[in-house]
């Protein structure tokens, strides 16, 4: 059966719908004196945000505006998901870099539609050399065709792009959600992401995991462990999406979206495994919809309550849980 093309913001009615923001707990009151574990997972310098999970604010507020807050929150990076903002206003790449240079803040990367990288992949590295990310890349699948020929062929379109890219001095990247990690079509035994993996170039193609769709995968089609992934090819994976989820039995998915440690995913262990992590990024997909009574917060409240849980998530002790600040 082929995979239909993903629509992000219909999608997250479904998971929406099971999913309650929360209000900071003690995670976020906590000290680094008082926090279980030994050292903190997430370098300060190395925290940052998908602009995806704050869409509302960018349309409404504008990018002036909204790198002013991350800024004052502590974020350091931050990835685009696109370069409009409706609600203010025409503006260029030039701008916008502008206006990350004037807050301090450094661009990680770019998600743009894997069409627009077919159809002008140069205008998308032009963008993305003026914005000077280091990697850009697409959230889309790889492919509609879920069969292994399908897989083998998207990888050849990847390595022919991502050679475009490596002569500019940029990574292109795909950033996955669950169904890459189904089984192709035509050979039930093989993992599509296996396909994509083995068959991409090492030099020309990385890998950004998001975390949470990673654990959904392993939730809907067994048999994989996120992190055996990176700890194999860990110059793969240059940016990560760190999302928290939480338990979810009722749920197909296994998981509902859930700000940044309220939820289940072991994190602490996750990243005490796969060291020297260059970019992660923290993205909620629902942020904006989360407004659910009794909870009534908005996705900047999002950013900040999860960037202080980022901030202080400790390395775990071995017989002392996941390393959350108690």
Request: charged share 25%.
């Amino acid at each position: 059966m082929a995979r239909i093309e993903f629509d992000r913001r219909g999608f997250l009615g479904t998971v929406a719908a099971g999913t309650v923001a929360v209000g900071a707990g003690t995670v976020m009151g906590a000290s680094p004196a008082s926090a279980a574990g030994g050292g903190r997972v997430f370098p300060k310098s190395r925290i940052g945000i998908q602009l995806y999970s704050i869409r509302d604010k960018v349309a409404g507020l504008g990018f002036a505006r909204v790198f002013e807050e991350l800024s004052r929150m502590g974020y350091a990076e931050v990835e685009l998901a696109g370069y409009t903002q409706p609600g203010v206003g025409p503006i260029t790449v030039e701008e916008i870099r502008r206006l990350l240079d004037e807050n301090g803040l450094r661009a990680a990367g770019t998600h743009v539609g894997l069409g627009a990288w077919m159809e002008d992949p140069e205008r998308e590295l032009d963008r993305a050399e003026v914005l000077g990310v280091p990697y850009a890349g697409t959230a889309s699948a790889p492919t509609d065709d879920t069969t292994v020929d399908g897989y083998r062929a998207a990888a050849e379109e990847f390595n022919r792009i991502g050679a475009l890219a490596a002569d500019r001095g940029i990574g292109l990247y795909q950033h996955n959600h669950h169904w890459e990690f189904a089984f192709a079509d035509d050979e039930p035994q093989t993992r599509l992401y296996d396909v994509f993996l083995e068959n991409t170039d090492p030099a020309l193609v990385y890998l950004e995991m998001d975390v949470y769709w990673a654990f959904v995968g392993q939730h809907v089609y067994p048999g994989f462990e996120p992190a055996e992934y990176v700890l194999a090819h860990p110059h793969r994976y240059p940016l990560f999406h760190v999302k928290d989820g939480d338990e979810n039995p009722d749920s197909p998915l296994g998981y509902d979206i859930i700000e940044f440690g309220e939820g289940d995913l072991p994190y602490a262990d996750f990243f005490s495994r796969v060291r020297g992590c260059p970019h992660t990024l923290w993205e909620q997909d629902n942020a904006p919809d989360s407004a659910v009574p009794p909870y009534p917060v908005d996705s900047l409240g999002n950013a900040e309550r999860s960037y202080r849980a980022m901030r202080e998530l400790r390395r775990p002790v071995p017989g002392r849980g996941h390393g959350r600040a108690d």
